[in-house]
């Protein structure tokens, strides 16, 4: 059996039970659930500030220092499958990807084949980093499996070194593109009474606030201002649709990269995504404004409108500074093109 540890620390204003401020704070790359969390307590594989715990009813504090031990199997050989790839750029050190939607970037539970590792690790055989495990090799970052765009992955093991410092330093220049209902534009004063949202030069949105998992619902993020982890998103509108405007193409660049940063962040400014089904709401297209037939399509729109356009970094072993681009994909292209049409 493989031994895993976790440790994290107990964010500020914690709920009153243990167990929930165990799931509220731990790291979601841990991916441990609210359930079993309650059999590690249980089974005394919690530490609080070096002593076992296992009543899940104690009251944490702040700060108090968490530190779980992982009895795990090894985990099994992911297998090579002969998946098409979209490589934008490849050297000895780093791939470019540009990810179709629909696709998982690594194998999980309900997800163990098709995913981009299984394309990988037939594409590039042994010629990835291990950095990221047996699930993750190669893997850097990652995008939603219903966002489309492009990835960066590591060959070797400098490159994931030097790509992963560059991310946690905010170094990594990341665009997405976006379509959303309605404009958030400059002149809206609703826009400037929503608490984190600013404008800077060029009418570009401001969007800082903490991201944490939603206190109920766990596979989904919320926007805090207390505890969870800082997000920033600008967002600027590249074209408006309708007459009157009732939704938009976007530019969204991160500064951070939160889970579902982009789709909680517009969510939060009443600009959810076209065909999110977790963060759209409700809202909905009308014929009065566009035409019909883009109505209907961006109703049935099978996805989060979501594409990561640019992606912009140095080079992790030469330091040459890299750019690409991809262009829109064609649902969001064909969608884009409907939404021009007066009706």
């Given at each position: 059996m493989?031994?895993?540890?976790?440790?994290?620390?107990?964010?500020e204003?914690?709920?009153?039970?243990?167990?929930?401020?165990?799931?509220?704070?731990?790291?979601?790359?841990?991916?441990?659930?609210?359930?079993?969390?309650?059999?590690?307590?249980?089974?005394?594989?919690?530490?609080?500030?070096?002593?076992v715990?296992?009543d899940?009813?104690?009251?944490?504090?702040a700060?108090?220092e968490?530190?779980i031990?992982?009895?795990?199997?090894?985990?099994?050989?992911?297998?090579?499958?002969?998946?098409?790839?979209?490589?934008?750029?490849?050297?000895?050190?780093?791939?470019?990807?540009?990810?179709?939607?629909?696709m998982?970037?690594?194998?999980?539970?309900?997800?163990?084949?098709?995913?981009?590792?299984?394309?990988?690790l037939?594409?590039?055989?042994?010629?990835l980093?291990?950095?990221?495990g047996?699930?993750?090799?190669?893997?850097v970052?990652?995008?939603?499996k219903?966002?489309?765009?492009?990835?960066?992955?590591?060959?070797?093991?400098?490159?994931?070194?030097?790509?992963?410092?560059?991310?946690?330093?905010?170094?990594?220049?990341?665009?997405?593109?976006?379509?959303?209902?309605?404009?958030?534009?400059?002149g809206?004063?609703?826009l400037?009474?929503?608490?984190?949202?600013?404008?800077?030069?060029?009418?570009?949105?401001?969007?800082?606030?903490?991201?944490?998992?939603?206190?109920?619902?766990?596979?989904?993020?919320a926007?805090r201002?207390?505890?969870?982890?800082?997000a920033?998103?600008?967002?600027?509108?590249?074209?408006?649709?309708?007459v009157?405007?009732?939704?938009?193409?976007?530019?969204?660049?991160?500064?951070?990269?939160?889970?579902?940063?982009?789709?909680v962040?517009?969510?939060?400014?009443?600009?959810?995504?076209?065909?999110?089904?977790?963060?759209?709401?409700?809202?909905?297209?009308?014929?009065?404004a566009?035409?019909?037939?883009?109505?209907?399509?961006?109703?049935?729109?099978?996805?989060q409108?979501?594409?990561?356009?640019?992606?912009?970094?140095?080079?992790?072993?030469?330091g040459?500074e890299?750019?690409?681009?991809?262009?829109?994909?064609?649902?969001?292209?064909?969608?884009?093109?409907?939404?021009?049409v007066?009706?």
């Open positions: 493989a031994v895993r540890r976790v440790r994290f620390i107990i964010a204003d914690p709920p009153p039970r243990l167990d929930k401020a165990l799931a509220r704070d731990v790291p979601e790359t841990a991916a441990l659930s609210r359930t079993r969390l309650a059999r590690l307590l249980a089974d005394g594989a919690v530490r609080l500030d070096g002593q715990v296992r899940a009813r104690l009251r944490p504090t700060g108090a968490v530190d031990t992982l009895q795990e199997a090894a985990e099994s050989v992911i297998a090579p499958e002969p998946i098409a790839l979209c490589v934008i750029h490849e050297d000895a050190d780093i791939a470019v990807i540009d990810k179709p939607a629909g998982v970037v690594h194998p999980a539970p309900g997800s163990r084949e098709g995913t981009l590792v299984n394309a990988l037939h594409h590039f055989g042994a010629d980093s291990g950095v990221g047996v699930r993750r090799p190669g893997i970052h990652r995008l939603d219903d966002t489309s765009g492009l990835l960066v992955v590591a060959k070797t093991d400098a490159a994931h070194h030097g790509l992963a410092a560059q991310f946690a330093a905010h170094r990594v220049e990341r665009e997405y593109r976006a379509l959303c209902y309605g404009v958030p534009d400059a809206d004063p609703r400037r009474g929503i608490r984190g949202v600013s404008f800077e030069p060029g009418d570009t949105l401001c969007i800082t606030t903490q991201l944490a998992r939603h206190p109920a619902e766990r596979q989904k993020q926007v201002f207390e505890g969870g982890r800082h920033v998103t600008r967002v600027r509108v590249i074209e408006a649709f309708g009157p405007p009732v939704a938009a193409l976007l530019a969204c660049r991160l500064e951070t990269g939160r889970t579902h940063q982009i789709r962040h517009l969510a939060h400014c009443g600009h959810g995504l076209i065909g999110d089904p977790v963060y759209g709401g409700q809202r909905r297209l009308t014929a009065r566009l035409d019909p037939a883009a109505v209907a399509m961006a109703g049935g729109f099978p996805r409108a979501l594409h990561a356009a640019r992606l912009g970094f140095d080079h992790p072993v030469t040459r890299m750019r690409f681009d991809a262009p829109l994909p064609p649902d969001m292209a064909d969608l884009v093109a409907a939404l021009r007066h009706p």
